[in-house]
Nanobody
Framework: QVQVVESGGGLVQAGGSLRLSCVVS????????AGWYRQAPGKQREVVAQFPQSPESPSTNYADSVKGRFTISRDGAKNTVYLQMNNLKPEDTATYYC???????????WGQGTQVTVSS
């Protein structure tokens, strides 16, 4: 059974940094598929950062609004995917989710989310 657990959110002042962690257990396939999303109040959930999704799309994908400030990385020994967030802005305030796919049918598996609040 694939499980996804995020941590690391909190309250930070504008210009500060946070590192989010996502532990993906149950499948190497699912660990390799994990990425970060966020949802702000009143807005749709959006992709924040993803590793390359296919040979035809080999680059790490970042939302335009976070390019140059956020970095996704992973540690296979710890089954953990990270999101390093620097120079945070109030508009980064959202619930951040880690999402992956279940092996076989590729069903989405979401974590419970972690709240990030950036004060101005």
């Amino acid at each position: 059974q694939v499980q996804v657990v995020e941590s690391g959110g909190g309250l930070v002042q504008a210009g500060g940094s946070l590192r989010l962690s996502c532990v993906v257990s149950g499948s190497t396939f699912s660990f390799n598929r994990a990425g970060w999303y966020r949802q702000a109040p009143g807005k749709q959930r959006e992709v924040v950062a993803q590793f390359p999704q296919s040979p035809e799309s080999p680059s790490t994908n970042y939302a335009d609004s976070v390019k140059g400030r956020f970095t996704i990385s992973r540690d296979g020994a710890k089954n953990t995917v990270y999101l390093q967030m620097n120079n945070l802005k109030p508009e980064d305030t959202a619930t951040y989710y880690c999402k992956t796919n279940r092996p076989g049918d590729w069903t989405d598996v979401w974590g419970q989310g972690t709240q990030v609040t950036v004060s101005s």
